[in-house]
């Protein structure tokens, strides 16, 4: 099942999936390293764990991580990473915990070769996912295909976020999403 068809099949209740869904998943993020990184890290949590979660958790996770700063990110040390294996409202995971820390300090590493984490992605852009998942595993840690693929979806560098008969798929097509150049 699409998760188009995941979202409309949820009642009302279920909100978290449907706000994602319509107005963030495959929705470039331009000009915001730290929702690029806030996106990355996010991808890394799930990773064995439901999406859902990820939602569910956000707001911690976001603090937690010092609103995303990948500068603040990058200068953690061992007492935060403790601090964070601590924090029940985030997934205490040492390998995803060490990798957000190692992961802001490569973008801080992209950001002084390439302009941005984002100028980095596009200087890279089209590339098939195959390509894109060894680039991120030469660059990043706790990088897979699923983390990274999903990562470039939601973020409008790769399509398949949307079914085309979603409601939603012509507003991402609208934000002129990376992959629509090459279709």
């Not at 007492?79 to 995971?93: H, T």
Request: hydrophobic content about 45%; overall charge neutral.
């Amino acid at each position: 099942m699409s998760y188009c068809a995941y979202v409309k099949s949820l009642t009302e209740a279920d909100n978290l999936h449907k706000i994602y869904h319509d107005q963030h998943y495959g929705f470039p993020i331009r000009e915001d390293d730290g929702a690029l990184f806030g996106r990355l890290l996010l991808e890394i949590n799930q990773a064995g764990l439901s999406w859902e979660l990820m939602l569910r958790k956000e707001a911690h996770f976001r603090q937690a991580y010092a609103q995303f700063s990948v500068a603040k990110v990058a200068a953690f040390d061992a007492a935060d990473e403790a601090r964070l294996l601590a924090d029940a409202g985030i997934v205490r995971n040492r390998l995803k915990v060490a990798a957000a820390i190692y992961n802001a300090k490569v973008i801080l590493q992209l950001q002084q070769s390439h302009g941005s984490f984002e100028q980095w992605i596009l200087a890279h852009h089209p590339l098939p996912k195959e390509q894109w998942v060894k680039l991120f595993k030469q660059h990043f840690k706790f990088m897979g295909g699923e983390i990274v693929g999903e990562f470039l979806m939601s973020i409008g560098i790769l399509p398949g976020a949307h079914q085309p008969n979603c409601p939603v798929y012509a507003q991402v097509l609208a934000a002129k999403p990376a992959w629509a150049e090459h279709t």
